[in-house]
């Protein structure tokens, strides 16, 4: 196994340096200036946006752009924004702590609604909960996050004024108080994320196990006077994960990402909104940062979901 | 109105005959912006009289936090480097200008120990000079004291090409020199008639020498006080993350007693103006909601909830439409809507008559703008108690009917008109918004009355505002028949608003369609006529000047002015604020507070 973790590092690496040249290029020629606000301001004379070009090397050959950046990169300077003139790297640790809570705990939530659901449905297959789960499952995964987010600010916020709808990073109470205030602020998007995310997972959790369930090596078990729950848990669910578990590790970068509609309604500050809200802006440093630890974060997962699936499932082999 | 006529008004103010606000909103209603018509009333030696704003409580501090949303979040805290008005109000919050503007058009001072005037020395008598008096005792939020020098600072700090800051337009044309340690006089290259641009609002921010004088120049984005603002306002820095939020915690050596009332303030950024409004009018999270760009109906519904209530300020802001004088379709020399090219149906002037007969103000300023929108017929604004004599708006589909019928445009067997086999078939675009499609519906409806066939494009707002050289559908190419967005007076004069009509700033090709006038107007009788506005020294005449160019703009038909629209703000019932169409909402940020 340890060549074969080599070989894919060793095959990562330029990967790596591919989709940074692939993105960097693609933004250096799509049209759009991040100075352009300044352009329609009629108060802000063209030498100051020329000056801002020259300053912020918006004017040197692709290239050049590409090597100083990668440079920088390698030295862990991760680039200066050009809207809000601070660096790149302190904009988005800003944001990490969010991103991680909120999304995180949305994919912990989808994961334990998807888990024992998907379980018992398979379980117990075409029984009523297994047809209720299903429904519900459809139903969640067809109602998109706008749509419900806004459905649950209507009714907890607004109707029942039980929650607060606007995301506040900045508690300023401590202590227990502050757990309790977080908790009421971020319920809302984390069942918003979760059950459009746990109810797809339940159906491929089903599957999974319906595919195991019926194997012989079940009905073994069955046969040797195990108990149901033991046959279920020890013997299907185990082997049932396995495919899960890559499907789950590879979902991983997509807590980095943020949710940029879910992160929209509430106000959030998370990566997602300052992705799009850099993309908007031409704020070419900061999309470069954040796609590229996303790709970055994307090639180490898929690894890891390799690895993964190798030593959970001693049939597979490394070649 | 002539200048006689004017000057008549003026001297009924000065007797006592008329009294001062009826003057300033006759002016409005004739296209003078109030801060203009309030310099009129100063040049002539009227003091102005100015209301302060009620303040009722007794001691500084014990309100609480001021929570504040604005949908668009700041991005950076220097005034001098800000994008737009969101980062300008973030640094408003710390850092303040020697006077801000009120709501009559009057100003204030906030560092000025008070404003100059004529009859107290501060202005010259050839309007070349202004004097300012500093207040005494104000202190930087570290204690340091502020004098002339820092003003001297902020003058150089901006001029400076290499810092490249935005407010450089207005301080590279004067000379600021300290006349003692809290007197500076600034220096006017020819005679200025609007004198108030150089550290007044938004963009006379004064910034501490002893903090960034060792970062002039290339060096003034490695400042670290561009992101850790120290200034003299009535909050000090806590925190700034760019684009969410900004806090504030009270400074309490602030210059003016009892002041500020709230122990806190928080900004927050993101989300949309539904929401912002909901939180504010509806579920009471929020204090303060910035530019509430929600249909009337449905602030109205959340308004019930009793919690908060919608101000409505007025301001020289106006949604409009623009005629192009050009042909969209032929490509000349690389460029669509080439000014060398001429429109096959908006050249005639009987056409640009009938469309402007068929916009139906008063239906879109009921149904969709409500409390929101004032329909108008000049293009600086208009109250509606007021009518212009020069120039009335009129919805009439039949007489537009009878104007093109006149002119030679006959029905064809599908209903739409044409002449000389070319048809009435336009294109009017605008940015993805629901107010504004709901506007262009109807009048598309009422010009299909008319036998115009009207297509209906819409762009999303951050291209079409963008000035993208590469993207088509910009507004400053104009590659379509008629276009419809608001204009914003973003400097109370008028000089720097009727600029969008000067043949030199016509946007084309060869200034990357930066120019001003996007509607490629050109007219060698306005040019003249705005440029003796500019060198004219007697603020009588050049609002004169202005209401003449106002009209022809106007009258000419090449743009049609719908609504004159007030800022729409949303504030908890309870909360006191001092709010002004003419400068930033947290122009006067001390005198808020919240009744008990």
């Known amino acids: ?319 | 109105m002539e200048e006689r006529a004017v000057r008549k008004l003026i001297e009924n103010v000065r007797v006592g005959k008329l009294p001062r606000r009826s003057f300033v909103q006759k002016m409005v209603a004739l296209g003078i912006s109030a801060p203009m018509a309030s310099m009129m009333l100063m040049h002539a030696g009227i003091a102005q009289v100015v209301n302060a704003p009620v303040y009722k409580p007794a001691k500084r501090g014990g309100g609480g936090a001021l929570k504040v949303l604005w949908w668009q979040g700041a991005t950076l805290l220097q005034p001098h480097f800000a994008a737009g008005t969101k980062d300008q109000e973030g640094s408003r919050i710390f850092y303040e200008p020697l006077a801000v503007w009120d709501n009559e058009g009057n100003l204030v001072p906030i560092l000025a120990a008070e404003i100059p005037t004529r009859a107290n020395g501060g202005l010259s008598a050839d309007g070349k000079s202004v004097l300012w008096k500093l207040k005494k005792g104000v202190t930087w939020h570290d204690g340091q004291p502020f004098t002339a020098d820092d003003c001297v600072f902020t003058w150089e700090f901006a001029r400076d090409p290499a810092t490249a800051a935005v407010t450089s337009g207005i301080y590279k044309d004067v000379k600021v020199e300290k006349v003692d340690s809290h007197t500076i006089r600034v220096n006017y290259s020819r005679a200025t008639p609007f004198w108030a641009t150089a550290f007044v609002a938004a963009e006379g921010m004064i910034i501490p020498k002893h903090l960034f004088a060792p970062y002039i120049g290339g060096k003034s984005r490695e400042a670290p006080n561009n992101l850790k603002p120290i200034g003299t306002g009535p909050y000090k820095f806590v925190d700034f993350k760019p684009g969410d939020i900004v806090r504030g915690e009270i400074y309490n050596n602030y210059h003016m007693p009892n002041r500020p009332f709230f122990d806190s303030i928080e900004m927050k950024g993101g989300g949309d103006a539904a929401s912002a409004a909901r939180a504010v009018l509806q579920t009471g999270e929020y204090d303060y909601a910035w530019n509430l760009q929600v249909e009337d109906e449905v602030l109205k519904r959340m308004e019930a909830g009793g919690k908060g209530r919608t101000h409505i300020i007025p301001s020289g802001d106006i949604e409009f439409i623009q005629v192009n004088p050009t042909d969209p379709v032929a490509e000349v020399d690389g460029e669509r809507s080439s000014i060398k090219t001429k429109h096959f149906a908006f050249t005639e002037p009987a056409v640009r008559q009938a469309l402007g007969l068929l916009a139906d103000r008063k239906g879109i300023q009921e149904f969709i703008y409500g409390r929101t929108g004032i329909a108008t017929s000049n293009f600086v604004n208009n109250p509606p108690r007021f009518r212009s004599p020069n120039t009335k708006w009129e919805f009439n589909i039949d007489k537009a009917n009878q104007l093109l019928d006149g002119a030679g445009w006959k029905r064809g067997a599908d209903g739409v008109r044409e002449k000389g086999g070319k048809k009435m078939k336009f294109v009017l675009q605008t940015s993805v918004n629901g107010i504004r499609q709901k506007e262009q519906a109807v009048i598309k409806q009422a010009c299909q009355k008319a036998g115009i066939d009207l297509e209906l494009k819409s762009i999303t707002a951050a291209v079409f505002f963008s000035s993208d050289v590469a993207n088509p559908d910009t507004y400053g190419k104009f590659y379509c028949d008629l276009q419809m967005y608001t204009t914003t007076m973003t400097q109370p004069d008028a000089e720097r608003f009727m600029d969008q009509y000067l043949t030199k700033e016509v946007s084309s090709k060869a200034n990357k369609w930066q120019g001003r006038n996007i509607c490629r107007w050109q007219n060698a009788e306005y040019d003249r006529i705005y440029a003796q506005g500019e060198g004219e020294l007697d603020p009588v005449k050049r609002a004169a000047l202005f209401i003449q160019l106002n009209d022809m703009v106007v009258n000419d038909g090449v743009v049609i002015p719908l609504i004159s629209r007030p800022r729409v703000r949303g504030a908890a019932l309870n909360l006191v604020t001092t709010l002004s169409g003419w400068d930033l909402d947290f122009g006067q940020l001390q005198n808020w507070y919240r009744e008990a």
């Open chain 1, 1 to 319: 196994m340890g060549s074969y973790l080599l070989r894919r590092l060793l095959v990562a690496l330029p990967s790596v340096l591919g989709i940074s040249v692939v993105l960097f290029t693609v933004l250096a020629l799509a049209p759009g200036d991040p100075f352009e606000e300044l352009a329609t301001n009629p108060n802000v004379p063209a030498e100051v946006r020329a000056m801002l070009r020259i300053k912020f090397g918006l004017d040197d050959p692709i290239w050049q752009r590409y090597f100083r950046w990668l440079g920088a990169m390698l030295q862990g300077d991760w680039g200066f924004s050009f809207i809000s003139r601070v660096d790149v790297d302190k904009l988005i640790l800003q944001r990490v702590p969010v991103t991680l809570a909120v999304i995180g705990a949305s994919q912990l939530l989808a994961l334990l609604i998807a888990l024992p659901v998907g379980i018992y449905s398979a379980a117990k297959p075409y029984s009523w909960f297994d047809r209720i789960a299903s429904t519900l499952a459809f139903v969640g995964f067809s109602l998109p996050t706008f749509f419900t987010g806004l459905l649950l600010i209507l009714l907890f916020s607004i109707k029942l004024d039980w929650l607060p709808f606007v995301f506040r990073s900045d508690i300023s109470e401590t202590g227990a108080q502050w757990w309790w205030q977080q908790l009421r602020q971020s319920i809302m998007p984390v069942m918003v994320l979760g059950l459009f995310q746990g109810a797809s997972w339940t159906r491929y959790v089903r599957s999974a196990m319906l595919d195991v369930i019926r194997l012989d090596y079940v009905t073994t078990a069955r046969s040797k006077g195990l108990k149901e729950r033991v046959v279920v848990m020890k013997h299907v669910v185990r082997n049932a994960l396995i495919p899960v578990v890559t499907l789950v590790a590879l979902q991983m970068p997509a807590v980095f990402g943020g949710a940029i509609i879910t992160e929209q309604i509430f106000r959030i500050p998370g990566i997602g909104s300052l992705l799009i809200d850099a993309i908007l802006r031409n704020d070419t440093p900061v999309i470069m940062a954040v796609t590229f630890v996303f790709a970055c974060l994307v090639i180490l997962f898929n690894l890891i979901a390799d690895l993964l699936y190798g030593w959970l499932d001693p049939r597979i082999s490394y070649r």
